[in-house]
């Protein structure tokens, strides 16, 4: 019989990253001979908690436990409680974020030197860990908790510079990406970008782009050095840039996912248990409240509703939202729009939305105030769209949904992803937003885009194309985490090489 293996998980700690790498330490945990440790701090352990509670019940079984580790905010000069990047007062915080998070490699080795894991699956955005898991001849896992083809796209944007090119004139001037496989859909084409749509550190040359640049070559340096990569995606999605990510750039990759199906063992009831506990705790939690929401979209036809929400951290100005808002009452369609705010701007309803707006849209549009159950929302017969910022873990539950996409990419490797759903998988269309930006602008999308956007995922022959690719899509993401589909089997090879895995200690 194998012996026991331990994995230990250690997330970085947005809500981005802490949700699927909680699915997928239950996905490890699910298998026989195996359990899973998640590392995190104090204030993320409720919402891994609650993530882990209804997954095949491993949690029941001990499967998975939680260890705490202290997050230094006083030692890097944040504000205490900031213990992921939803808490922070101001994003000008996020250098003295990172900062923190690096001071958590002496206690995460003092654990490892507790636990003796046979494995670190860690963040990419910890790159030390590589050299931690050395120390103590433990193979590390790399978790990027986005797809295969952003990490593509990003790597031949870094190494070969085309927005530097000078036939790049301006901002908006088109760049083919080069050397990227050319997508088996769309007819082929070239895969296109501007300079607005980089990350801002990637076009200047100032402290914090110099300071990124280390961040993103320590980030590569360990991932190459590392045992491998495990993906959250599934090889039949990208299979071309998972054939580029293996055999050009060099990287020894698993395909697991989809992660957010790790439950699909178990029975209905339960099944939608584990979709409503993922994450935070939710604004529609309280039972009378969730019961009116649920009425609702079950009276509501099917791909009648459109679902509009932009992650745990995009932040949208008064009159960016104003826009939105008048798009999907002028669209005429159903609609479930989740809007965060910060604190402070919580309770100013009436100067980000047209006046008398929930009036009018009483019965028609539900606005949720926080956190909701996406997946569950996702996987209601009654959704028939999804506006979103094309973070990778929205994208693969739409994915999985079947659910056709307005892509309205902010942030991060977002533009890439939009990239992906639009031309290669051709199973949305953009709304039109072409500047990288961590504050969404005033002038940035008008409420007749909006109103454009989310009738061609709705209604038409278009919108009939979208929505069979999607559900064709959504078939193979189920097919492939059963017995004998491709992430089963990646599952199950990578874990017989871990089993058998020596690693050398570093000098």
Known sequence: MDRELHILFFSFLGHGHLIPMCDMATL???????????????????????????????????????????????????????????????????????KAATMLQQPLEHLLLQEHPDCLVASALFPWTTHSAAKFNIPRLVFHATGVFALCAAECVRIYQPHEKDNVSSDADPFVIPHLPKPSGGGGKEITMARMSLPNYI???????ESRARIVNAIIESEVTSFGVVVNSFYELEQVYADYYNQVLGRKAWYVGPV??????????????????????????????????????DSQKPNSVVYVCFGSIANFSETQLKELATGLEASGHQFIWVVRRSKHSQDQDVEWLPEGFERRMEGRGVIIRGWAPQVLILDHEAVGGFVTHCGWNSTLEAVCAGVPIVTWPVCAEQFYNEKFVTEILEIGVPVGVKKW?????????????????????????????????THKLAQVARTVVQQNGSSHSHL???????????????P
């Open 492 to 506: 199950t090879a990578l874990i017989q090489q871990l089993r058998s895995a020596s690693l050398p200690k570093l």
């Open 437 to 469: 930006a961590r504050v969404v602008g005033d002038d940035s999308i008008t409420s007749s885009a909006v109103e454009r956007a989310i009738n061609r995922i709705m209604v038409g022959e278009e919108a009939e194309s979208i929505r069979n690719r």
């Open 28 to 98: 490890f945990a699910s298998r026989r001979g195996v359990r899973a440790t998640i590392v995190t701090t104090p204030l993320n352990a409720p919402t891994i908690s609650r993530t882990i509670q209804w997954g095949e019940g491993a949690h029941a079984n001990n499967k998975i436990q939680i260890r705490i580790i202290k997050f230094p905010c006083e030692e890097a000069g944040l504000p205490e409680g900031c213990e992921n990047p939803e808490s922070l007062p101001s994003p000008s915080m996020m250098p003295d974020f990172h």
């Open 203 to 209: 076009k200047s040359n100032d402290d914090e782009a």
């Open 260 to 297: 957010s199906l790790c439950s699909r063992g178990e029975d209905e009831d339960n099944l939608d248990k584990h979709k409503h506990k993922r994450g935070k705790q939710g604004s529609i939690d309280d039972e009378l409240k969730e019961r009116v929401f649920f009425n609702w979209l």
